[in-house]
């Protein structure tokens, strides 16, 4: 089990030791943190779901590595911005607990607007 | 601080309570993914460097949530499909260690094949 | 029938009467494409395809809204980039002709790369 | 100068030949277009605008094609769900035209909401 602050740190260090922090302004990498999602979209496209479930078999570790670039921009925007992502997380969740609560929404996946 | 498998099962108990697995097929919570980091990067459009820095100021809390609603689909899609998130994570550090060598490339933001 | 110069005129002078060239650069522009095309793309999400069919009778005009957003922006960009965007359609429906030669792959979806 | 309509002609004259209609559902093909976007957007990410402009000297044909790729989704999805693009374009440009008033918006980058 990997702490989310040793995860941080593995990603800061990397990039300190190349001493790229001079060309990670927000948009920048706002835009890496999208671009690479795209790549994770890119796996599951043109397949029905039967194909997605046959795909999935060779290439978990593909998919894996594009959530971690995924992961990598949200652990270095949280760092550069000073956000604690895990208490961010934690706080979504609570709001979203009261946005969809259980005995209205459960098995439906309405909006919240349409309840 | 938190480890990574406390979050995902956070993200993982409010989805069961909801019964919403039976709607989280692959191409759709990719879509998620996609989605919610277009709502991570809209918050930097058309703002100069001085105008983020300003901005910053008062919407931590905004950029916060939208970075821990794709750190939600990061999760789910990690349990869903089995990927053991932290696992890749340090693998991919590493094979990008050995892709950018810090002596290379330290300083410089050029890509690996231009090197 | 509309040519594509009349709706490219339409674009720039609803900008330019607001004076907005100041305002668009390459980069935002480029991200407000992303934007918009994400856009279009949670009108589908979480829809199965017969979801899809029903949803289409009611918001066909809804979907031209955010695809006419998406055009937008192409006209826009090739404005100011100095592109000519027929031609580069042209030529790049010349190069896919190549790249994908209809005795090889009519009926498949088969990326180039594996013929 | 070309029409819309020859350009959907041939957009979906190719996409014909190769009868590859059969894959082409609503929703694959807006992640499509949301993918080709992002591709636009990765020409300028990581640049300063100076190095927009350099970049542009040499890279105007790479990023004419981006954008015709994008094009060629929002033709071929006009297309397919019989919507107007020109007329569509149109109207949204007239909506647009009330929500951002000339007189009280001209050389300002505000949201409509904050006038």
Known sequence: MSGIEDLKKLVIDFRDARDWKQFHNPKDCAISLSLEA?????HFQWKS??????YL???KGDIG?????VLYWVLLMSNDLDIDISEALKKKM?????KYPVEK???KHTKYTKI
């Open 38 to 42: 795209a790549e994770v979209l890119e």
């Open 94 to 98: 609570e709001k979203n607990d009261k």
């Open 57 to 59: 078999k060779d290439h």
């Open 105 to 107: 929404i459960r098995g």
């Open 49 to 54: 779901k039967d194909e997605i479930d046959e």
């Open 65 to 69: 590595e594009e959530l971690a670039d």
